[in-house]
């Protein structure tokens, strides 16, 4: 039995990764070929998400091919953000953190408050503004689902506010990059301070960076972005006690979460990862073995990127937009209100760090 689950995901895995490599020859096509370029300017993992959300509208994904994909974005996602820490040495983990901590801090709190005055304006239901609220303030998809059993959520309001999250949340994903090129004129560190917190999901931001690299050659800025989005999930452990606090006040009712089982454990194989690299390059940088070391480094580089890339073509794949067309407006003016605010506060807190802290 156990083997037979394990095995059902395969085609979908294998999809993943046949879109990931169409998406890198479209690039070498265009970028190479095409523009005259000695390294295309085009993002692969871009192009990944774009041809995966035509062929997803397009076909519609058999539930053994979807198996796969729901692996592809849970756990190879994971896989390649966990990859992506051997670029990155403790002293950066630490110095990027205590910058990021305060500004996702104000972020959420700002967020918490526009959406809460919104939503006195716009009616929508008191479920699903704490969801979009949560999604938009932590980690999209992942902080929802782990909120959605806490206040009794009804299946429908959850599909809203993860539909939700996910359209403004690509959006932000494929523009942001460009945007935060040009408005902090190339500064890596601000640009992957913003990126990892204005963005929702942990796979969009990890694409925002990835694009932000590949178009701009600042691997720096995807270190940051990971860093600073990494950093934020961790505050689902704080926000699923309050946002329970908030909705049972005034009643007695069991509080139905658990710490142990809402912690994004992955964040520890990223440190992992930070350590195994330094561990690795005090053994072996300057003894006979450096080569080898050098390339297994490359290699686990390389893997990220493969790893991320699918999870961005898994993603796209399993974005119908079919099913928006039925939500009604008024949620999304909530959302895209609650990721306006994260991206203008974001700038705001920046721009006052960069004048006072930086």
Known sequence: MLRNKYLVVIPGIILAFVLYTLSQGFNNIIGIELLGYEKSPISTAMIAILIGIFFGNIFKVRESISLGLDFTQKYILKLGIICLGIQLKPFEFLEFGKIAIPLIIICIVSVLIVVKLVVKIIKIPRHMSYLISIGSTVCGTTAIMATAPVIKAKKNE????????????????????????????????????????????????????????QQFNSPETLNVATVTKLIRNTFLVIMIPL???????????????????????????????????????????????????????DFIKLSSKIFLTMAMAAIGLSTNLRDLKSMGYKPFVVGFIAMSTVGIVSILTIEIYSNYLM
Not at 190 to 200: D, E, M, P, R
């Open 158 to 213: 959850i599909s809203y506010a993860i539909a939700n999250i996910t359209v403004f949340g690509i959006l932000s994903m494929l523009i942001y990059p460009y945007f935060a090129n040009f408005y902090f004129d190339s500064d890596s560190l601000k640009i992957g301070l913003f990126l990892g917190t204005s963005i929702h999901e942990t796979s969009q931001v990890a694409a925002a960076g990835l694009i932000y690299d």
């Open 243 to 297: 946002f329970a606090y908030l909705y049972n006040r005034g009643q007695t009712k069991e509080q139905n979460y658990s710490i142990v089982s809402i912690f994004p454990y992955f964040v520890l194989g990223f440190v992992a990862m930070i350590i195994f690299r330094n561990i690795g390059d005090q053994l072996f940088l300057d003894t006979t073995a450096s080569k080898n070391w050098s390339d297994t480094v």
